[in-house]
């Protein structure tokens, strides 16, 4: 086995086309955050981001970004703002141990695999702290089996959504949804919006380098990852905003926002309806709604959802002492944590 690093950008035609072959033999490898486009993005911002390249019998089985950090310990490309890691692969076993002591790394750590990644089983963590359910638009079965798998309490709320919308457009003019518009100025609005009610998003607006890879991911248009910018309005103005990562088969959702003056229309959820009602008119089989960090329950998530797939977190290390050393230490703090809540 060989394993060559490189830079994002330096991966050439035919390597392209491989990671794309990987990437059309299953539904979850198809996920926009695991094409090589958007990991071309974090390189061009990012001087640390990196791709391991692992070859067998001189025939490439897997393609690993990573940013690589301190003491040779690489961690995930894009961090918090990438919410899906691991590998591009064909499937086959490999020796991961083995993948990172060649790639000259001391550690790798993933945060947000999914289960389907079979390679990475033994370096998982456990316990649910590490695991994080993922809920989805199932949409392979179109949208009226999408809507026949839902609740009768979330068909009632689609029906109450409806109701809204036909209230908003008596009182402003007319509602329409537009799948991709590419305005800059959207993009503007929904994140001057999120900015407005969180203080994270906020932090970010000011973060200007931030700001530029976002704008790039919005505005990108390749086969493999493109960005839509959904607008919903009402009359002549923007109710709603969403931003999304699209492949061919699956649109992960980003952010999405909306007016506030319209907020007792639910004009968030009525776009996020248009989304998923779209989404299947183009051909998609998943929407993904991104997992949940809090303890929030009964969101839109869990409303509109049909379908769950799992992300897990872990860690493989070049030296199998350090990875017992760090098992240990992971169960104690873990152990303390419970034992001291406060």
């Avoid at 690093?5 to 299953?26: C, D, K, N, T, Y």
């Avoid at 950090?69 to 086959?92: K, P």
């Avoid at 329950?297 to 350090?322: P, Q």
């Amino acid at each position: 086995m060989q394993v060559t690093v490189v830079r994002p950008s330096e991966l050439g035609r035919s390597e392209a086309e491989q990671w794309r072959a990987f990437q059309g033999s299953a539904l979850m490898m198809s996920h926009p955050f695991l094409s090589l486009s958007l990991a071309r993005v974090w390189g061009m911002a990012k001087p640390s981001a990196r791709v391991a390249v692992v070859e067998d019998s001189g025939r490439i089985e897997a393609f690993i970004p990573f940013e690589i950090g301190d003491g040779r310990i690489a961690s995930r490309l894009g961090g918090g703002y990438t919410a899906v890691d691991g590998m591009v692969t064909s499937g086959a076993p490999l020796n991961m141990r083995s993948v990172v002591r060649k790639a000259g790394l001391r550690g790798w750590r993933f945060e947000r695999a999914p289960a389907s990644q079979k390679a990475l089983d033994p370096y998982r963590y456990s316990g649910p702290h590490h695991c994080r359910t993922v809920s989805y638009a199932d949409l392979s079965g179109g949208y009226d089996k999408y809507l026949s798998d839902l609740s009768d309490g979330t068909r009632k709320r689609i029906a109450r959504t409806e109701a809204y919308r036909r209230a908003l457009q008596r009182k402003v003019g007319p509602v329409s949804f537009e799948w991709s518009n590419p305005k800059p100025e959207y993009f503007d609005q929904l994140f001057q919006w999120k900015s407005d009610q969180f203080r994270n998003a906020r932090e970010a607006a000011e973060d200007r380098a931030l700001m530029s890879v976002l704008r790039e991911l919005a505005f990108m248009d390749n086969d493999d990852c493109h960005g839509l910018i959904g607008v919903l309005s009402a009359g002549e103005q923007t109710a709603a905003v969403t931003m999304c990562l699209a492949s061919a088969e699956v649109i992960a959702l980003f952010t999405l926002g909306y007016n506030p003056e319209f907020s007792r229309f639910s004009a968030g959820t009525m776009q996020l309806l248009d989304l998923i009602r779209d989404a299947a008119a183009h051909g998609i089989t998943m929407v993904d709604f991104g997992a949940d960090y809090t303890v929030v329950e009964n969101t839109y998530k869990d409303r509109f959802r049909n379908a769950t797939y799992e992300l897990t977190g872990g860690a493989v290390w070049a030296s199998r002492m350090e990875a017992k050393a760090r098992s240990v230490y992971r169960q104690v703090k873990y152990r303390q944590s419970n034992e001291n809540p406060d």
